[in-house]
């Protein structure tokens, strides 16, 4: 399975873009990485720059990046509006693939040592690789910022983690360490007083604070509303406007249109209003998908609708365009990571094209992913057209989720097509590894073991989902928008074109593999989902027979 971290570091320095493009191509150097994105901050004099990749040369680039910020960036001309502590303020590293939390917090400390070691910077580690629980808080570390750093090195409680407690005036000091992905999201509001704004922001983070009470003018501590969120309130040369600038540390216990909403009312309260947001870095997919969601539900539509759908209403019901383009293509995390060239990608008749072709992949298993795409899509569509449709209202409920859980299914399905092309190739690439010594067989037998399982788990696994498939399919011939019956029951027939022809190269991969106790319970998981599958595709026809064509089971 490929592991891919992603490492997002800040850089103290966002109004010059030549010393930005000179650390990030250091960045761009190293072999193995991607750079997703640069976002570059003048009134914050701040730039964030985000890359993904395997962890080790992930690792070698956060430390190219942070070398050319030490040499590049001086802190003692820096000024901005953004809290910080040094050149490189804070560097976490974020677990996006085959890779836990705990490993990540690993590169934290190997990073943070040499940085120290090499380039003379104390160094402190936060988030899950602090050492210290107070040490897990950003605002902690940076109280202060780079203009208290040297007196508070005198501090026995702020010795760095790593490094001596010196100070260096250029470089300032670096944190660095490790979580789970930060949105960072500014909201918008009508108005330039920045005093506002800090207002509304002390009620939305989770701590609170205090603020000057409106009609006494007395100053009041107000607890925060919600959870898993830092905000401060500031103004905006640039876009002649305050914003309340939130970091979202987990958008499962706060979702993003939680936090969006509840500004929406304080700002009322002050009579004020939110004009649009902006995302600063990137986002991931799932947090966008649930504010399309939500937003959909709010104006009575069906929640099931396609992924680029509710990308497109997430961006338009949190003003996301309103200060600068917002490119779902560049500002999505997975969206980016997508690899070049992806047969989804293409044209359908392009598509097409690539299976018929002499090359062996894509082949079967990809077209088997297809069909269950397509089995996905025709029932995500029976529940769109049932939901909200009069006669059916009993069943909106289960038809919405029946959408919503179809649309997973799809985008599912529509990986597993170049999941399947990728498995295929890395087993030709072992083959073609050398053979010449003892040594190189080795290699080379336990290369092609390794992609030879992995070629099998990619159909068995489109094997699952088209059970799951398959059983939505009965729901919808049974429940669903009577008009529909047809595109249900090809759903269901699809499904089992999906079932099968994942049994198909299940089975011919386990031929390759010489590990009786894998094989074994492949084949067994295999059959079983298969049988599930018959089962349930044969009671789609059964009801479609006696429904449409007016036959019975025995053909009377």
Same mark, same amino acid.
């Given at each position: 399975?490929?592991?891919?971290?992603?490492?997002?570091?800040?850089?103290?320095?966002?109004?010059?873009?030549?010393?930005?493009?000179?650390?990030?191509?250091?960045?761009?150097?190293?072999?193995?990485?991607?750079?997703?994105?640069?976002?570059?901050?003048?009134?914050?004099?701040?730039?964030?720059?985000?890359?993904?990749?395997?962890?080790e040369?992930?690792?070698?680039?956060?430390?190219?990046?942070?070398?050319?910020?030490?040499?590049?960036?001086?802190?003692?001309?820096?000024?901005?509006?953004?809290?910080?502590?040094?050149?490189?303020?804070?560097?976490?590293?974020?677990?996006?693939?085959?890779?836990?939390?705990?490993?990540?917090?690993?590169l934290?400390r190997? /990073?943070?040592?040499?940085?120290?070691?090499?380039?003379?910077?104390?160094?402190?580690?936060?988030?899950?690789?602090?050492?210290?629980?107070?040490?897990?808080?950003?605002?902690?570390?940076?109280?202060?910022?780079y203009e208290?750093?040297e007196?508070?090195?005198?501090?026995?409680?702020?010795?760095p983690?790593?490094?001596?407690?010196?100070?260096?005036?250029?470089?300032?000091?670096?944190?660095?360490?490790?979580?789970?992905?930060?949105?960072?999201?500014?909201?918008?509001?009508?108005t330039?007083?920045?005093?506002?704004?800090?207002?509304?922001?002390?009620?939305?983070?989770?701590?609170?604070?205090?603020?000057?009470?409106?009609?006494?003018?007395?100053m009041?501590?107000?607890a925060?509303?919600?959870?898993?969120?830092?905000?401060v309130?500031?103004?905006?040369?640039?876009?002649?406007?305050?914003?309340?600038?939130?970091?979202?540390?987990?958008?499962?216990?706060?979702?993003?249109?939680?936090?969006?909403?509840?500004?929406?009312?304080?700002?009322?309260?002050?009579?004020?209003?939110?004009?649009?947001?902006?995302?600063?870095?990137?986002?991931?997919?799932?947090?966008?998908?649930?504010?399309?969601?939500?937003?959909?539900q709010r104006?009575?539509?069906?929640?099931?609708?396609?992924?680029?759908?509710?990308?497109?209403?997430?961006?338009?019901?949190?003003?996301?365009?309103?200060?600068?383009a917002?490119?779902?293509?560049?500002?999505?995390?997975?969206?980016r990571?997508?690899p070049?060239?992806?047969?989804?990608?293409?044209?359908?008749?392009?598509?097409?094209?690539?299976?018929?072709?002499a090359?062996?992949?894509?082949?079967?298993?990809?077209?088997?992913?297809?069909?269950?795409?397509?089995?996905?899509?025709?029932?995500?569509?029976?529940?769109n057209?049932?939901?909200? =449709?009069?006669?059916?209202?009993?069943?909106?409920?289960?038809?919405?989720?029946?959408?919503?859980?179809?649309?997973?299914?799809?985008?599912?399905?529509?990986?597993?097509?170049?999941?399947?092309?990728?498995?295929?190739?890395?087993?030709?690439?072992?083959?073609?590894?050398?053979?010449?010594?003892?040594?190189? =067989?080795?290699?080379?037998?336990g290369?092609?073991?390794?992609?030879?399982?992995e070629?099998?788990?990619v159909?068995?696994?489109?094997?699952?989902?088209?059970?799951?498939?398959?059983d939505?399919?009965?729901?919808?011939?049974?429940?669903?928008?009577?008009?529909?019956?047809?595109?249900a029951?090809?759903?269901?027939?699809?499904?089992?074109?999906?079932g099968?022809?994942?049994?198909?190269?299940?089975?011919?991969?386990?031929?390759?593999?010489?590990?009786p106790?894998?094989?074994?319970?492949?084949?067994?998981?295999?059959?079983? /989902?298969?049988?599930?599958?018959?089962?349930?595709?044969?009671?789609?026809?059964?009801?479609?027979n006696?429904l449409?064509?007016g036959?019975?089971?025995?053909?009377?």
């Amino acid at each position: 399975m490929e592991r891919i971290v992603e490492c997002v570091p800040n850089f103290s320095e966002g109004r010059d873009r030549a010393v930005i493009d000179r650390i990030t191509s250091r960045v761009e150097a190293v072999e193995g990485v991607r750079l997703l994105d640069v976002d570059c901050g003048r009134d914050t004099n701040r730039t964030v720059v985000t890359f993904a990749g395997e962890p080790e040369a992930v690792l070698e680039a956060a430390f190219a990046a942070i070398s050319g910020a030490a040499e590049l960036i001086d802190m003692r001309r820096h000024r901005g509006a953004h809290a910080r502590l040094g050149a490189v303020d804070v560097c976490p590293f974020v677990p996006v693939a085959g890779i836990t939390m705990a490993e990540c917090a690993d590169l934290a400390r190997r /990073l943070g040592r040499r940085v120290a070691e090499e380039l003379a910077i104390p160094v402190y580690l936060y988030g899950a690789a602090a050492a210290a629980d107070e040490r897990r808080s950003l605002a902690w570390l940076r109280a202060g910022e780079y203009e208290g750093l040297e007196q508070r090195l005198r501090r026995l409680d702020f010795r760095p983690d790593f490094g001596a407690a010196v100070f260096n005036p250029k470089a300032g000091a670096t944190v660095i360490g490790a979580r789970g992905f930060l949105i960072a999201f500014n909201i918008n509001l009508n108005t330039r007083n920045a005093r506002l704004a800090q207002e509304i922001a002390v009620r939305l983070r989770q701590k609170g604070g205090r603020i000057r009470n409106r009609v006494t003018g007395a100053m009041e501590t107000v607890a925060g509303l919600l959870p898993a969120v830092q905000a401060v309130g500031w103004y905006l040369d640039a876009y002649g406007l305050a914003q309340v600038s939130v970091n979202l540390i987990d958008f499962h216990t706060t979702p993003l249109y939680r936090l969006f909403e509840e500004a929406e009312r304080l700002a009322g309260e002050a009579g004020l209003r939110v004009t649009g947001s902006e995302l600063v870095g990137l986002v991931p997919l799932a947090a966008i998908v649930e504010c399309g969601r939500h937003f959909l539900q709010r104006q009575g539509q069906c929640r099931g609708a396609a992924e680029a759908e509710l990308v497109r209403v997430a961006v338009h019901s949190l003003g996301l365009n309103e200060v600068a383009a917002f490119d779902p293509a560049h500002k999505i995390l997975e969206y980016r990571l997508r690899p070049a060239g992806a047969l989804v990608a293409l044209p359908f008749t392009r598509l097409v094209d690539e299976l018929a072709s002499a090359s062996p992949a894509p082949g079967g298993g990809s077209a088997a992913a297809i069909a269950g795409a397509l089995a996905a899509a025709l029932t995500a569509m029976v529940g769109n057209l049932t939901f909200g =449709k009069k006669g059916y209202e009993a069943v909106w409920p289960e038809m919405e989720e029946m959408a919503v859980r179809a649309q997973g299914l799809k985008q599912f399905f529509l990986a597993a097509v170049d999941r399947d092309t990728a498995a295929f190739n890395q087993v030709m690439a072992a083959l073609r590894l050398p053979k010449k010594s003892e040594a190189d =067989k080795a290699h080379r037998a336990g290369q092609i073991a390794a992609a030879t399982r992995e070629a099998t788990m990619v159909p068995l696994s489109v094997l699952e989902q088209a059970a799951e498939a398959a059983d939505l399919a009965r729901l919808a011939v049974r429940t669903g928008n009577r008009n529909s019956l047809s595109d249900a029951g090809v759903a269901g027939l699809a499904a089992a074109m999906a079932g099968l022809g994942a049994l198909y190269n299940v089975m011919i991969n386990l031929g390759q593999i010489d590990d009786p106790a894998f094989t074994a319970e492949a084949r067994r998981r295999a059959v079983e /989902l298969h049988d599930r599958i018959e089962a349930a595709v044969n009671e789609v026809k059964l009801d479609l027979n006696r429904l449409l064509v007016g036959v019975t089971a025995t053909g009377d």
